[in-house]
């Protein structure tokens, strides 16, 4: 019913930028938070951004405050994240969801908490 294609990623130096963006179906985008998410091979899936329904609230993981910035465009059915100042550690793939509550208060950082989600688009970050 919902489908989730996520783009731009690719590889880079450390230091360097990379904006991410998922597209979206369904007419009702606008009524859902979105978030981000990584999985490195043989790890778990961990968290990154969140924006809320609205727009107007952002949540990161500690590790990406500061030189992540998540984005949305209702009109386009489409959410950003805008990836600065790149480490070696954040090479993984980086997978698009859709929080499972329309309307949420707030985003949850939990997988479980996402109900649609897209293929992936791998981000590698060279030293």
């Known amino acids: 019913q919902v489908q989730l294609v996520e783009s731009g990623g690719g590889l880079v130096q450390a230091g360097a930028s990379l904006r991410l963006s998922c597209a979206a179906s369904?007419?009702?985008?606008?009524?859902?938070?979105m978030g981000w998410f990584r999985q490195a091979p043989g790890k778990e899936r961990e968290f990154v951004a969140a924006i809320s329904w609205t727009g107007l609230s952002t949540y990161y993981a500690d590790s990406v405050k500061g030189r992540f910035t998540m984005s949305r465009d209702n009109a386009k059915n489409t959410v950003h994240m805008q990836m600065n100042s790149l480490k070696p550690e954040d090479t993984t793939v980086y997978y698009c969801?859709?929080?499972?509550?329309?309307?949420?208060?707030?985003?949850?950082?939990?997988?479980?908490?996402?109900?649609?989600w897209g293929q992936g688009t791998q981000v590698t970050v060279r030293r």
């Open positions: 369904g007419r009702t985008f606008s009524e859902y938070a």
């Open positions: 969801a859709r929080n499972a509550v329309r309307r949420a208060i707030v985003p949850g950082a939990h997988e479980d908490e996402y109900d649609y």
